[in-house]
């Protein structure tokens, strides 16, 4: 035991020198950029976890955990899944796009993994899926990849950008706060990192 408490206070954090706070999501022409890249590299693994990390929104923690049978029954990715949260131990549905569902079918083929499987298994011996380290580092590489600098994005980039997209476009912060499975709104505003110009300009669109 004590052994083990010693090398867990002598191991380095994966975040040691890296910068923290809230990162920024991509913009649509920064999602095609990065596909059209996994596509032409034939990366695809990282195609179908690029395509559900931005469909489920989950954190990192709980898009790592989930195994082909969450999101697949009888040889194919369903439309929609639900996944226990890790944090708020609260369930969240998402939805799976036919894009998605295709890249993560071809990603289960390829692979050849069965029900029971982790969906992104990791290479690392004694692992069972890929870690928090791991996916960091792979998307690193993807918005490396696009030329962008990769201190401003990070796993959470993923998280939430469908989740901007949608607030943009439709300023509904209820429904971002469900998609989110965020237990109070107010978690779901700073989350977004709504200022007082998102307010002003909804309050202009009202002319009473």
Request: glycine share 6%; charged share 25%; proline share 3%.
């Amino acid at each position: 035991m004590y052994r083990s408490d010693k090398h867990n206070q002598n191991r380095e954090p994966w975040n040691k020198g890296k910068l923290m706070g809230q990162k920024l999501p991509l913009t649509l022409q920064e999602i095609w950029s990065i596909r059209m890249r996994l596509q032409s590299e034939k990366r695809i693994r990282d195609m179908a976890l690029f395509n559900l990390a931005i469909d489920s929104k989950l954190r990192a923690c709980d898009l790592l955990k989930i195994r082909v049978a969450d999101v697949a029954s009888g040889g194919q990715v369903n439309s929609r899944a639900t996944i226990m949260q890790q944090k708020t131990r609260r369930p969240v549905r998402f939805e799976i796009t036919p894009r998605t569902r295709s890249s993560i079918e071809g990603w289960i083929e390829a692979a050849e993994l069965n029900s029971s499987k982790y969906l992104f298994p990791s290479r690392i011996h004694g692992s069972l899926h890929l870690s928090a380290r791991q996916y960091a580092r792979i998307v690193e590489s993807w918005v490396v990849g696009i030329g962008h600098d990769p201190a401003s994005y990070g796993t959470h980039s993923l998280r939430r950008t469908k989740a901007t997209l949608i607030y943009r476009r439709t300023k509904n912060l209820r429904a971002v706060q469900l998609l989110l499975g965020h237990a109070k709104l107010d978690s779901t505003v700073r989350y977004l990192g709504i200022e007082i110009d998102d307010a002003l300009e909804m309050s202009e669109q009202i002319d009473v």
